[in-house]
């Protein structure tokens, strides 16, 4: 991440430089142990270190980066503690929402959903991870705004860095995408058939995967995860 990259001019650079890194981060291009040198961001970014301070906070009261005094910044290795937290919010939350969901009947949700899960099939032929990450996250972002829940899905992404990064490590397995996106249509028709008990069924299932996985990943990528 040496390029110089232009930030819009008209949004506040505090909240783009703390959004790009924190991708930057979740998505392993900056790996876990990677220096975050102030005046090389904010000279990277052509801003002052205002900004990229006020973003590594942010980053920082996420558990994405460690500050270290007298010793720098540096992107966290991945806490299991914290991953296993975020995972039971963001279960039983995403049950609630599937239930209310499914009983409330919804054929524009469905709809998007369904156009989703397009995306997502062809991603998956085309082995483009980041774009299935991506797509992964708008399809779970878009139960939340169904239900007019935007704020509890801040809340779950502003504690879900450390079991993003796990699916990020686990996701080029062989089948993971496909098995996602099938995990998606069987949670879509669930909904779609109005069924509230089988849809919060299906969701427990779909988010129980990376963490049955892993011991598995952490043996593949010790040097990923704190002791």
């Known amino acids: 991440m040496n390029e110089t990259v232009r930030l819009d001019r008209y949004r506040q650079a505090a909240p783009q430089l703390y959004e790009l890194l924190r991708e930057a981060i979740v998505s392993l291009a900056l790996p876990p142990g990677t220096a975050l040198v102030r005046p090389e961001l904010a000279a990277q970014y052509g801003v002052s270190q205002t900004p990229v301070r ?62 989703l899960l397009d995306v997502q099939q062809a991603q998956v032929r085309a082995a483009d991870f980041e774009g299935f990450a991506a797509a992964d996250q708008e399809f779970h972002r878009e139960l939340y705004a169904a239900a007019n829940m935007q704020d509890l899905w801040q809340l779950v992404y502003s504690r879900s860095g450390h079991i993003d990064r796990l699916r990020r490590l686990h996701l080029p397995a062989l089948g993971k995408a496909q098995r996602i996106q ?26 129980s995967h990376t963490l049955r996985q892993v011991e598995e990943i952490r043996t593949r990528h010790p040097e990923y995860f704190k002791a």
């Open 54 to 115: 006020d973003a590594l906070m942010r980053l920082e009261e996420e558990g994405l980066v460690d500050v270290i005094p007298q010793a720098g910044t540096r992107v966290s290795k991945i806490d299991l503690d914290r991953a296993g937290q975020a995972h039971f919010l963001r279960r039983a939350i995403e049950q609630e929402l599937v239930r209310e969901l499914a009983a409330a009947g919804n054929a524009a949700l469905v709809k998007r959903l369904r156009a």
């Open 182 to 207: 099938n995990d998606h249509a069987l949670i879509v028709e669930a909904i779609a058939a109005g069924d509230p008990d089988l849809a919060e069924q299906r969701l427990r299932e779909h988010l």
